[in-house]
């Protein structure tokens, strides 16, 4: 089977860290490598990743970003490179602080084993029974209000796009991923519409899976602010002009 490569962008995360998750599911996956992105951290973010690396050569990586230049960027980077040193099948990113645990990444292979046409998995929180997917209420109604005018925006059926547990097919990911992201809060929609744009709607509809997920939660320490949902609004007037550019 070929490697799955997940990224991790990493920015100021020494106090959050979960090493001996990442090392305890690298363990139990020989199939899933890790490249963690340093985005310029002021911490001891780098100091922690590259010992954790060292230990780990083959199936770790470390980008060091000397700047920090934001998520979105982050991504990229580690995409760019998971795909230039590995032949995957897919690159996917995960958030640092294992909101979405690890544990629950063989759920989205063992769906795209299932469905092999399949080019964009993305964790999706919604609240439902069986299920432990614990959010601050107003992260939870303005997450709701950013899926739904992506919807609109994106014209498919979307019901969370800031989840940060995706996995992208190896071939989509190199198009999709070429050039900067002109979003930062929003990038996933923006990365969204490349692929819609790349796809084809039709395709797209066919190719993209929300996979409900059975845990997640809000980890104590998040970046995210309420004043960052204004530059979310101006983000999608960026994706939005871009878009139309394109077309």
Not at 15 to 36: G, I, S
Not at 60 to 79: I, Y
Request: aromatic share 10%.
């Amino acid at each position: 089977m070929q490697k799955t490569v997940i990224v991790v962008p990493c920015y100021n995360e020494a106090k959050r860290l979960k090493t001996a998750e990442f090392a305890d599911f690298l363990e139990k996956h020989p199939d899933v490598d890790l490249c963690f992105v340093n985005d310029g951290s002021s911490d001891d973010t780098s100091k922690i990743l590259l010992a954790f690396a060292q230990e780990r050569a083959v199936r770790v990586d470390v980008v060091e970003m000397k700047q920090n230049e934001g998520k979105a960027s982050a991504v990229r980077h580690g995409v760019l490179h998971a795909l230039k040193k590995n032949s995957c099948r897919y690159v996917g990113y995960w958030d640092a602080d294992l909101a979405t645990p690890l544990s629950l990444l063989p759920d989205f292979l063992g769906v795209a084993e299932k469905k092999p046409g399949l080019l964009i998995i993305m964790g999706s929180r919604i609240n439902r029974m069986g299920a432990a997917i614990h959010r601050q209420w107003h992260r939870h109604y303005l997450g709701r209000l950013f899926g739904t005018v992506a919807s609109i925006f994106l014209k498919i059926p979307v019901y969370d796009t800031q989840c940060g547990a995706k996995l992208v097919e190896a071939g989509l990911a190199r198009k999709i991923f070429a050039e900067p992201f002109h979003a930062e809060w929003l990038f996933d929609v923006e990365m969204l519409a490349r692929a819609i744009n790349e796809l084809g709607r039709p395709v797209a509809m066919g190719s993209i899976f929300e996979i409900p997920l059975d845990r997640w939660e809000d980890v104590s320490g998040s970046k995210l602010k309420a004043w960052h949902y204004l530059l979310a609004v101006i983000d999608l007037a960026k994706i939005w002009r871009h878009n139309k550019n394109k077309r």
